[in-house]
């Protein structure tokens, strides 16, 4: 996962490893046929959880205590307690990486690979999001009854807002904006952790999922900056409007089991030392009910590459002392003894911590018994685990997330009659292991875009063009100009691969790299017909030349579609799936890049040139913008009341109390929830599909001000659903708008404001005005 670690654990690890070796059988504590066990308060399921974690903590000698800090907690014999693994993945699948990872070389091989997160925000379809948490769940709980992971605890998903284009993590997260992300945060959250889709929180979970990276994290490394040494400084209004609002969500609404704290800095203090973030604000006022971890080695990060801490005792007391819990790594299994010899640390911090974490272990029903018995998730199996269903829904998530950019003259679909030859270019057209991103397990099948094209067209001719999605090597312009010049269509497979963003890397141009784009233009200028160009990439590019070629006539963006994507990529390009996917991100020129990676505002500024970022407060010319995608079917949309004509224009009058408001606006936290739950109403948009074809439409509600004065948004995304209609259906898409929720914007000081006056709400280009007064 963190490359930079693996010389400093490696010792450790060869030394832990083999106390956590995988058995048939998971491993469990209290065994009921076990007659000592009966004696423990801890095994008692019939007493409070935290009062069972509580006794467990008071029976450590402070050794113990201490050993179970990091991420690989060894086993408790005279305790009866195992080992467990704290570190395991699930971003979009369960997953290869942590020190918990599942070992593929038994009963089960392979795990559903569902489309990398940034196609699903593509979606914006809540219920698929939870769905797929489901699936990951289950499938998770399945792997473990088998035996075949150590921990059910799982460090996903990432919902850092993807503010930087340039990210190479951005893939992993839903996208820019903070209502989609969290809106995800919550929903992936809940399917993982075995909640209903509305959320009512779970005493037992199926598995844990984490939310991270908490917070302000989005470089990996770009010039001289890396993420161990990044200070990002963000003003409160940025803070309060775009930074934090997922992870609160994530914790309010989708009741994370799991946070982590970040590498970077924030305005000076490493988020894994700040006892305001992890304490007050995640634990006091969000109620976050769970356990804390560390990114990898972010410990010893205070210690050894920002230098917060001046010794690693320092760093183990601080990172204990905010409210962390558990260490990736083994820094504070090596430094808590003598943090507590030199007073630093007290054993008091550490069993706060520990109670957290055995809470945690007990919710997911490891202090029970053996797991594979238990009544709820015990009959979870293999047989669940690439099942049909969740093969069907990796399937339509990628169809439903793949958004058409460009089609001049309706090129696409393609028809099979008229297409007895293809030519099919690039280096992404036939490279499985691209598809399902980073963060990945095996799939269950893996069909390349070629493999899936060949089954349309017999005659099918492939030519790489260049190695790799780097293409500065094994460059073969020629062949394929040649080929692209003898057949019918002609379809590229371009853009990135993870060799050009991930984990770790940042990108420096926004253009394809090497000789792509060279590439592109000579083919399309050698084919009979205008080609059609495919991206698979997480992160955007700028491809305007592209966009104005007459010669390339129809553009998709893919992602990493994950393990249906070939099939799924094919269905679109023939026809046999309508695409509507939606961009979750703004597509920058090139031009973009003069903006350093290291500037956190938001907010453009005129007086300096800085255009600002994400269509929120972004400025400057695009190449595509956030919420756009075209689809081979037109659509209308229409602000309508039940008990009004659809086609007159309706304004809606929210009364507020006046309640220590200056002329101006209020502050919603003087208004009160009571008051904020009244002022709460409901806006429908009927949409109608026009034809030709049948499809899903993603229904995006902005809100946008009469002007953008006082740090206000350009427009502001407040809800969103998906919708599937017939060529010729209408149907009514219903939102509930909350004044106080929607409506406010966030003061320089951090403070949330309604503004008296207009307030617009947009779908399209349709516009209902409500107006806030006295």
């Known amino acids: 996962m963190r490359a930079h670690r693996e010389t400093l654990l490696l010792f450790s690890l060869l030394i832990l490893s083999p106390l956590l070796s995988l058995s048939a059988t998971p491993p469990f504590s209290c065994d009921p046929s076990d007659p000592s066990n009966k004696n423990y308060a801890f095994c008692n399921t019939k007493l409070p959880i935290e009062q069972r974690a509580q006794d467990l903590v008071s029976r450590l000698t402070v050794y113990e205590k201490i050993q179970q800090l990091g991420d690989i907690a060894p086993a408790i014999p005279r305790l009866g307690v195992p080992a467990y693994k704290w570190w395991s993945e699930a971003l979009h699948g369960v997953a290869y990486g942590g020190r918990g990872s599942t070992d593929y070389t038994g009963t089960i091989k392979s795990a559903t690979s569902f489309p990398q997160v940034i196609l699903t925000g593509a979606t914006f379809n809540p219920q698929l999001w939870y769905k797929i948490g ?29 503010r930087d284009p340039r990210w190479g993590r951005g893939q992993e997260t839903p996208g820019e904006d903070p209502l989609t992300t969290s809106t995800y945060a919550a929903l992936f959250v809940r399917g993982v952790q075995g909640d209903s889709y509305k959320g009512n929180g779970v005493s037992l979970l199926k598995a844990s999922a984490c939310c991270k990276h908490f917070t302000a994290y989005d470089l990996e490394r770009w010039g001289n900056v890396t993420r161990f040494t990044f200070n990002a ?69 205070m210690n050894k590459y920002d230098g917060y801490a001046k010794t690693p005792e320092d760093a183990v007391a601080y990172a204990l002392k905010a409210g962390m819990d558990v260490n990736c790594g083994f820094y504070v299994q090596n430094y808590s003894a003598s943090a507590l010899q030199q007073g630093k640390l007290k054993e008091a911090d550490m069993d706060r911590a520990l109670r957290n974490l055995f809470t945690v272990r007990m919710r997911l029903g490891l202090f029970n018994g053996n797991p594979t018995q238990y009544k709820k998730y015990g009959s979870i199996g293999p047989n669940q685990v690439c099942s049909q269903e969740h093969q069907n829904l990796a399937m339509e998530t990628a169809l439903q997330g793949i958004v058409l950019l460009k089609n001049t003259d309706n090129l696409l679909p393609l028809a099979k009659p008229q297409c007895s030859s293809l030519a099919v270019i690039g280096p992404n057209a036939d490279n499985a292991e691209l598809l399902v991103g980073n963060y ?101 590019v700028d491809v305007s030349f592209a966009k104005s070629n007459p010669k390339i006539g129809a553009i998709l963006w893919a992602g990493y579609p994950g393990q249906a994507g070939g099939p799924a990529i094919a269905q679109i390009l023939f026809g046999e799936h309508n695409p509507g996917g939606k961009l979750p991100l703004t597509w920058y020129p090139q031009d973009f890049t003069r903006i350093p990676m290291t500037d956190m505002n938001m907010r453009a500024n005129p007086a300096t040139g800085y255009p600002g970022r994400t269509y929120r407060f972004y400025k400057g010319e695009t190449v595509f913008q956030f919420g756009y995608g075209l689809s081979y079917s037109n659509y209308s949309h229409k602000f309508i009341s039940k008990t ?19 002329s101006n606006y209020y502050h919603v936290d003087e208004i009160g929830l009571d008051a904020c739950d009244k002022l709460k109403f409901p806006t429908t948009v009927r949409v109608q599909n026009h034809g030709p074809m049948e499809g899903r439409q993603p229904v995006l509600l902005f ?72």
Not at 267 to 278: A, F, H, K, R
Not at 476 to 505: C, P
Request: glycine share 6%; aromatic share 8%.
């Open 644 to 662: 009004e004509n659809p086609n007159m224009k309706t304004t809606v009058n929210v009364q507020v109390t006046k309640i220590g408001s200056n």
């Open 233 to 301: 400084v963000v003003t409160a209004q940025d803070l309060e409007d775009t930074y934090q609002p997922p992870f609160k969500s994530c914790v309010e609404e989708g009741h994370a089991s799991g946070m982590m704290c970040s590498y970077n800095e924030v305005n000076g203090v490493p988020p894994c030392g700040d006892y305001n973030l992890l304490t007050k604000i995640a634990r006091k006022e969000w109620k976050f009910y769970g356990y804390i971890t560390s990114d990898c080695d972010a410990v010893e990060v």
């Open 703 to 774: 809100l946008r001000w009469p002007t953008e004065t006082n740090g206000r948004p350009t427009k502001q995304l407040i809800g969103f659903n998906s919708v599937h209609l017939k060529a010729g259906e209408a149907a009514h898409v219903e939102f509930a708008v909350s004044p106080c929720e929607h409506f406010s914007r966030v003061t320089e000081e951090g403070k949330r404001v309604i503004d008296k006056g207009s307030h617009l709400l947009m779908v399209e280009e349709e516009e209902l005005e409500v107006t806030v007064m006295d």
């Open 440 to 540: 990945h397990g095996p799939p269950c099948f893996n069909i390349t875009p070629l493999a899936a094209l060949q089954w349309y067209i017999k005659d099918t001719r492939y030519v790489a063009g260049c190695s790799d999605a780097a293409c500065n090597t094994s460059i073969t312009i020629s062949q394929a100009v040649q080929v692209a010049s003898s057949v019918d269509n002609v379809i590229l497979f371009m853009g990135l691969d993870q060799n050009q963003e991930r984990e770790d890397l940042d990108r420096y141009s926004l253009l394809l790299p090497g000789a792509q784009q060279d590439l592109i233009t000579s083919v399309a200028n050698a084919a009979k017909k205008p080609v059609i160009l495919v991206l698979l990439c997480g992160g955007p």
């Open 134 to 162: 489901e699936a990951i769940g289950t499938e998770a709980r399945a792997i473990y009854n088998s035996g075949q992971l150590q921990g059910l605890t799982f460090w996903a998903p990432n919902i850092n807002i993807y």
